[in-house]
């Protein structure tokens, strides 16, 4: 049972449009991230958040910004979406508590495609 | 530096039989976790498998199981009697327990033949 949610799951866009990608988590984690990744290939790390108000770039520059107002939503925003947005963004949320990292959660996913 | 290696891009395995996924992972840090994560062709990450490093026994979960061997620095996924659902990228993954950042390998896609 998935307690990190993203949506949309799909979505097909025209070049110039914003977006808005929903991540929302109900295990109470300070810990956010956002991984780009392309089909069958590495993860890349986008963005993070350690709390509220908090958000750092991550190992891969990105056109893209978030925000952290609460602490159970990190949405990611596109302002103008471009054909080499085209990819999978994964969000996740980390269970690293006392000194020791117990990996990650991870949400399904939102599948990009601008036109 | 951290660093997580996955040397076989891709494998075809017989139905039923056992798998193993290789994995060798680079730190100086004496107290890190490792992990295994599959992704099926829907795209979600799904976490399989937890190690860390001053386990004194493999990590096993149903039919996963976690080779660490650590004078080597790797970790191998066990899978065993594979089934067509098995079929997926598989990655593997490490963190020194300092930090919050999980480093992921290149995967692993995996091919279940019947």
């Known amino acids: 049972e998935a307690d990190i949610y993203q949506t949309p799951r799909y979505l097909v866009i025209g070049t110039g449009k914003k977006i808005t990608l929903e991540c929302s988590q109900t295990?109470?984690?300070?810990?956010m991230y956002w991984y780009q990744q392309d089909p069958g290939m590495e993860l890349h790390l986008i963005h993070y958040s350690y709390g509220v108000n908090s958000t750092e770039k991550g190992d891969l520059s990105s056109e893209s910004t978030v925000s952290r107002i609460r602490t159970e939503h990190f949405p990611l925003t596109l302002e103008s979406a471009r054909p080499s947005h085209t990819s999978q963004y994964l969000c996740?949320?980390?269970?690293?508590?006392?000194?020791?990292?117990?990996?990650?959660?991870f949400g399904s996913g939102t599948r990009l495609t601008v036109v | 530096a951290q660093k997580i290696t996955q040397t076989q891009p891709g494998m075809f395995v017989q139905e039923k039989e056992a798998v193993t996924l290789d994995c060798t992972y680079d730190t100086s840090d004496p107290s890190y976790g490792l992990f295994w994560y599959k992704q099926p062709s829907s795209g979600e990450m799904i976490f399989l498998i937890y190690?860390?490093?001053?386990?004194?026994q493999n990590a096993t979960e149903g039919r996963y199981s976690l080779n660490f061997q650590k004078a080597r620095k790797s970790a191998n996924l066990v899978i065993s009697a594979s089934q067509l659902g098995d079929s997926a990228m598989y990655f593997c993954a490490m963190t020194p327990n300092r930090d919050d950042k999980i480093i992921f390998g290149k995967g692993t896609r995996l091919h279940i033949l019947p």
């Open positions: 190690q860390g490093s001053y386990d004194q």
């Open positions: 996740a949320s980390s269970q690293y508590r006392d000194g020791l990292n117990y990996g990650y959660t």
């Open positions: 295990m109470g984690h300070d810990k």
